[in-house]
């Protein structure tokens, strides 16, 4: 575990899931826009299907954006347009319109980080393998744990936020605009600030693509080396992160060779010793 909480790639990864329920505060709203405005099931209908490709989008999209601008960067802008997208919220919150291509939007973005967050993950626990020679992925998962009840607590705040604004059992104030915009505009605010909150923290990855790609290089090197000194040339395992100097591998593949012409040796030797009874059967 003390290895694990020294991984700074983890703890950001950690840091940014106590922050992630506020960004999408105004997704709440959602289904309040099609009952207490739009008042049409029809209509409801067809807003909700088209909703529903922002995910299908989002995770299509994900893997290109990555190629072209980096883990990072996508998590980076994910997370700032998904704040930009609720701040926009805060000036108009009575606009239906923008209050359905704001909450699109949002929807867009964490899907995007359904894709990369998981690979950024993947890359902290390769730094964990490179950098210890350990790669812990079950202890990870423990200090995913404190993350959790930091944002158990914090997952509170939005429901005080309905209560302040007097939404308690009765909805049927969200009838009345004087009640729902206020309450509409508190919850963009909260997912503005929580937007950035979430962004913040991916400043500070610097794993970058190049920097992982020759890290898994010298990962594989030290695979090789240790495949080589346990007798599995062929073969490749996981490494144990120790270092190993030229003149071993030497060493190994000397007293491999040596082996081999041993066993040669050896077959011909007593391919020599049964030719004569072959020839005394015949």
Known sequence: ????????????????????????????????IYIYILQNANLQSVLSLVMGT??????????????????R?????????MAAASALLIIFPSNVVLLFISTYIVFW?????IISQPAMNADALDYQQYATGDRFEGMSGNLGMIGQIIALGTGFIIP????????????DILYDPIVREPLFRTLAIV??????????PFFFWDLSEKKHKKMIEELKERAAKENMLNGYEHESVLSSGENFDGTDSLQVEMASKNENEADCAEVTSEEVATQPNKEKEV
């Open 1 to 32: 575990m003390e290895k694990i909480v020294r991984n700074k790639y983890l703890w950001i990864l950690n840091i940014t899931t106590w922050f992630q329920f506020g960004r999408g505060a105004v997704t709440g709203v959602l289904m309040w």
């Open 54 to 71: 922002a995910s299908g989008i989002g995770m299509f999209m994900a893997p290109f954006l990555i190629k072209f601008f980096g883990k």
């Open 73 to 81: 960067n996508v998590a980076i802008f994910s997370n700032i347009i």
């Open 109 to 113: 973005g964490a899907a995007v980080q």
């Open 160 to 171: 005080a936020i309905y209560e302040v604004n007097g939404l308690l059992d009765d909805y």
């Open 191 to 200: 997912a503005t600030v929580f937007g950035v909150l979430c962004a913040v």
